[in-house]
């Protein structure tokens, strides 16, 4: 991505930011809060926990939790 098209990026996002209310900057930093504890939570679970007592293998399960928005450590709290 060269960095002319990188700054408009850059300026679409903080315009959209600013022009949301205060209600759903909220609710955004809230699950983007949520979201990263969660992830940090289950890997950290992962690291900790015996490959035995995984479903699946650990390192299929790294990037499913670290790449899948929140639905990857909740399933991997849920199936893992």
Do not use: Q
């Amino acid at each position: 991505m060269n960095k002319k098209r990188f700054e408009a990026l850059l300026l679409d996002v903080r315009n959209s930011w600013s022009g949301m209310s205060a209600r759903e900057r909220k609710l955004i930093a809230s699950l983007a809060t949520i979201d990263l504890l969660g992830k940090t939570t289950a890997l950290v679970h992962l690291a900790r926990t015996d490959s035995c007592n995984v479903r699946g293998p650990k390192w299929g399960w790294a990037p499913v939790v670290g790449g899948v928005n929140m639905f990857g450590w909740m399933a991997y709290f849920l199936f893992g």
